[in-house]
């Protein structure tokens, strides 16, 4: 099958490798629709996670069910499915404790298994979900950066009628802004640099930090003096945190959804005076179902999330669209054939 496989940061190769055999539990899925993930761009450029490389790289997939591995009930050759890269073994301390999705001894796909940026991959049927009528492969394939969404607002303690700021226009910062319409906040304010994916998030008030003197400012301005309830970090750099701490107001919430770096300076007399929370927020805690609920939410329009559909063949191509944002692009699907 044809994958691509990173043999050393920046080398990327797109090479024949064996199909996949599925193990017990496991379903053997031919790939339809791969969509590219900021940490995917990150992983390929500097391997901050230490992959055990070569390895075939992505994690955000969908695609026909092809063959079964033992005892695997529930699913059938030819269903339509999408994948959750993470999957936890179950045993460990942290699954224990109930955070599996920080599973000390996880397997995930694209980082010690091989990932979807191929014509097959093999995923743990419990981290599969088939794909509801109606829904694309490149939408499915949403599922996963969705429930790490939902993960972050959650973490964020998001309450209806509570002021939100998301930080970075990201594809993640985008398919927040989105989500949030489901949560009925009072106010919605997302910072960004790129007006056409500002312009994506439906109800939100956007500030341009390229317009804008005093960022601050600008959000208590927007949230009409009352300061943030919970702020979502979707931009990994200091003045990010800065920004957010600042803005929070009493008891307010920053979730750390972003790899901040390097290490920031924070103000911990704001933090102390004003009780505010600080958390992380990594993977999610099985939103499967809950975020292909909300991919189907028609008012939401998640469907804009995908800008560019790219054959797999044509893979240089769909990775510089993701990375530079070039052509307006979010979220980049690869799309497989026959
Ligand atoms: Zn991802
Ligand atoms: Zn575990």
Known sequence: MKSLVLHEPGRLVMEECPVPVPGPGELLIRTKAATIC???????????FDIALPMIMGHEGAGVVEALG?????FSVGDQITAH???????????QRG???LCDDMTHLGINKGGVF???FCIRADR????????SFAMASLMEPVCVCIEAIQ?????????????????????IAKLLQSYHPRKVILTGRHPFRMALATGAVTINEHNTQDIVHEIMKASDGEGIDSAILCVGTALAVDT??????SRGTLSVFSAVQPKPAIDLFKVHVKELNICGSCNDMDCLDKALALLQEKDLRMDQIVTHQIPFAQWEKALTLAERGKDEAVKVSMTFSE
């Open 244 to 249: 957010a701490i600042a803005s929070l107001r």
């Open 70 to 74: 033992e005892g695997v009930k529930n």
């Open 155 to 175: 973490r964020a303690q998001v309450k209806e009628g509570s002021n939100v700021l998301i930080i970075g226009d990201g594809p993640f910062g985008i398919i």
């Open 118 to 120: 191929a014509e097959y």
């Open 128 to 135: 599969s979900r088939k794909v509801p009528q109606g829904m």
């Open 38 to 48: 900021t940490s995917d761009l990150n992983d390929i450029k500097h391997n901050a």
């Open 99 to 101: 955070l599996s999705h």
């Open 85 to 95: 890269p993470v999957m936890p073994c179950g045993k460990c301390t942290s699954c």
